[in-house]
């Protein structure tokens, strides 16, 4: 069974300050998902990552997949309110298949 | 577009009826969707695979007896919580992989809640 630790569980902080989540395994993965979901819906897909060290940007987003494609990491910048919510990332196995979900961050930004 | 739809988005039934909630990829196919069940301020979990003109694969732990899933077509699953009790009262998540693309994406549905007294 493929396990996708995510850390940290809870996060608060106020606005306009820098935060990272991670996603580490022991796991290679074919590709990686961040997904960000609200309460009562369901989650939102903001990148997809599939190169070893390759790095995208979403606004004030920033998403990095290992160069061993085990680990990934989102940093926000400057974070605001309206990006509270819970943070996901999904691995997919190599062979294929199901997606192992990390068990997710909580993040409340306080104006 | 990868726009997934889920109904009813809520439901209230009484403990021992059957409740079916439909998945629906509204913009692209999907040979494979899956569902997923979610408590409050915790990650998902999931529950099975559902595999177009074939039988679901449900995970270890999961009755399937109790979670029918029928995906008869490239764009709707559904899932049939039969004998509903209380304890299944929860947030009810699929998703779809489009398969045309090449990277696995899920893209998910908004949720069901389904209460069940």
């Known amino acids: 069974t493929q396990l996708l630790e995510q850390s940290p569980q809870f996060l608060s902080i106020q606005e306009g300050e820098n935060l990272t989540v991670y996603c580490n395994s022991s796991s290679v993965f074919s590709s990686l998902q961040w997904y960000r979901q609200e309460p009562g819906e369901g989650p939102v897909l903001l990148v997809t990552?599939?190169?070893?060290?390759e790095v995208k940007k979403l606004k004030r987003l920033t998403f990095q997949f290992g160069d061993a494609r085990k680990d990934s990491s989102l940093h926000i910048t400057a974070a605001q309110p309206g990006d509270t919510g819970l943070y996901l990332c999904?691995?997919?196995?190599?062979?294929?298949?199901?997606?192992?979900f990390g068990d997710g961050t909580t993040l409340t930004v306080k104006p | 577009g990868a726009v997934v739809s889920q109904h009813p988005s809520w439901v209230i039934c009484k403990s021992g009826t059957s409740v079916k909630i439909e998945c629906r990829s509204l913009d692209f196919q999907a040979t494979t969707m899956f569902w997923y069940r979610q408590f409050p301020k915790q990650s998902l979990m999931l529950m099975a695979t559902?595999?177009?003109?074939?039988?679901?694969?449900?995970e270890q732990g999961v009755e399937k007896d109790k979670f029918l899933i029928n995906h008869a077509s490239l764009t709707l699953s559904t899932l049939t919580v039969t004998s509903a009790h209380p304890e299944d009262s929860s947030f009810y998540i699929c998703s779809a992989r489009d398969s045309e693309q090449i990277q696995e994406t899920q893209y998910f549905g908004p949720g069901t809640r389904l209460l069940v007294l």
């Open positions: 559902s595999n177009e003109g074939s039988k679901a694969t449900y």
């Open positions: 999904a691995g997919v196995s190599t062979n294929a298949g199901k997606s192992t």
């Open positions: 990552v599939v190169t070893g060290g």
